[in-house]
């Protein structure tokens, strides 16, 4: 199996990997083999996986899609690559990103843009684009992506493949390189649910490394996300939020959604009408929350401690200041720039208390139809994205473009919830070809044993 994708990975001008090693990867194959002979196999063992290029990995560099971490080997694994490694599964090598996680598209890598596999003139989304393209062109099983407003989501969603963003706190952030701390979460992307479930077991669970992972008092506990996978619909109540489906959607993205809506209906679901009435303001809370906590978290990026440092300068502040010219991309110095001034003493009341005041409406929106004795609905179904995959090249230069292509995911990841992409059909792509729509499905809080039975009845 290793070898086969090894291959095929080999064969392949995506620019979807980054760093591969054959011998490392065939020594994993060989373990795993033993393993299954000695008859202490998971039903993982010997499995390829990718990793996103965020989660660091000893023996293959990680370096977070920025120019910063060009040369960075880690000196440990992340623990979600542990626990995939304890699982057996088998390691391909590092895909490509945004870099750190910063993007919708993939094309602010520093290492360059990947081509959708569906049509390379397209944007595989992002950030987790490597991770989403790899798994729809074959080039892996299965990927580990992570979703600060979308990456899991919105990648797998213009891919046409499956990805879970779970509940905040579930996954461990320890060795998953830091953005927006208290948005950051890592999931499984996979082409079924099924597949998803079980990735996920392996990967979910409490870990002491991670001060905001869930303890197993707070329900941070190990369990099959499987479980569930094969009980009927019968009687689930879906919401479909009325902010979901207005201006700005595009139509053959409503067309295949409300398609997907109909044959949940058909399985036994009743859809109900809701209102999620602080959506739009999700992007300028979250457009402010994530750069203020990425400004701080990339602070560490001196030019000192690791990381690309200038070769000449005239002293300690220059170091720093021509280090972090040289090393962070341009979206990444926005966001730096962002951040800090939304934090500065002056208007930190007019703009980050505000923001975090807006996070916590928006979290009181999903509250009020998902719980408590006027809960209306189970789960929630809607567009991934306002529009198909759009052309490689053609956001680049505007990032608010980029921005407002996040208007249906990033409520979630505010909010703390899960959150799935399933493929639901096909749009136009710009130059006639199809394009893949997702159906995103999101859940209560510890609700992905429900997520995954639910998207895993409509395959
Ligand atoms: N597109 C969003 C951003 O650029 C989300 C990225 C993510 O989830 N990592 O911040």
């Known amino acids: 199996l290793a070898t086969h994708f090894l291959d095929r990975i080999e064969a392949d001008n995506s620019n979807a990997f980054l760093h591969v090693d054959r011998a490392l990867t065939l020594a994993q194959a060989a373990e795993a083999d033993a393993r299954i002979a000695a008859g202490t196999a998971t039903p993982l063992t010997g499995v390829p996986i990718a990793h996103k290029d965020l989660f660091v990995t000893k023996g293959w560099r990680t370096t977070a899609g920025s120019k910063m971490l060009a040369n960075y080997a880690s000196p ?71 979703d600060t407003g979308g990456s899991i989501r919105q990648p797998a969603a213009f891919c046409g493949i499956s990805g879970i963003k ?125 750069p203020a906590e990425a400004s701080s978290n990339l602070s560490r990026y001196d030019g000192v401690r690791y990381g690309h440092r200038a070769t000449e300068y005239k002293d300690l502040q220059d170091m720093y200041k021509k280090s972090r010219a040289q090393g962070f991309g341009p979206e990444v110095q926005r966001r730096i720039m962002v951040g800090t001034y939304v934090l500065c003493h002056g208007y930190y009341d007019a703009y980050y208390l505000k923001a975090q005041k807006i996070r916590r409406l928006i979290a009181q929106d999903f509250d009020a139809v ?42 979630t990841s505010l909010a703390g919830l899960p959150g799935m992409s399933i493929p639901c059909g096909f749009g136009e792509g710009e130059k006639n070809s199809k394009r893949p729509v997702g159906l995103q499905i999101i859940g209560n809080y510890f609700g992905e044993a429900r997520l995954l039975n639910v998207a895993h009845q409509f395959q």
């Not at 360059?112 to 003139?121: C, I, R, T």
């Not at 006027?374 to 921005?403: E, F, H, Q, R, S």
């Open 76 to 146: 440990f694994d992340a623990t979600v690559v542990e626990k995939f490694q304890a699982a057996g599964m088998v390691t391909l090598g590092k895909v490509n990103c945004d870099e750190f996680a910063m993007g919708s598209g993939n094309e602010n890598s520093a290492f360059g843009a990947v081509q959708n596999p569906w049509d390379k003139h397209a944007v595989p989304g992002g950030s987790s684009g490597g991770s989403a393209a790899a798994v729809a062109a074959g080039l892996t099983p299965a990927a580990t992506g992570t």
């Open 166 to 290: 779970p509940t905040y706190g579930r996954v461990s952030r320890f060795g998953m390189i830091a953005f927006a701390s208290s948005l950051d979460q890592g999931g499984p992307m996979a082409r079924s649910a099924e597949d998803c479930a079980l990735l996920l077991s392996a990967m979910a669970g409490f870990d002491e490394r991670d001060s905001t992972s869930l303890s197993p008092e707070q329900g941070g506990v190990a369990e099959d996300f499987s479980r569930d996978l094969d009980q009927p619909l019968t009687g689930l109540r879906i919401g479909v939020p009325r902010e979901y489906f207005g201006e700005g959607l595009a139509k053959d993205v409503e067309a295949a959604v409300r398609g997907a809506l109909a044959q949940y209906e058909k399985l036994g679901a009743t859809l109900v009408d809701i209102s999620l009435p602080n959506t739009a303001l999700s992007i300028p809370a979250y457009y402010m929350i994530a």
């Open 370 to 411: 998902l719980n408590g004795p006027n809960a209306v609905c189970d789960v929630i179904m809607g567009p991934v994205a306002p529009t198909v995959a759009w052309d490689l090249g053609d956001k680049t230069d505007d990032p608010v473009a980029n921005y407002l292509a996040d208007i249906y995911t990033l409520s």
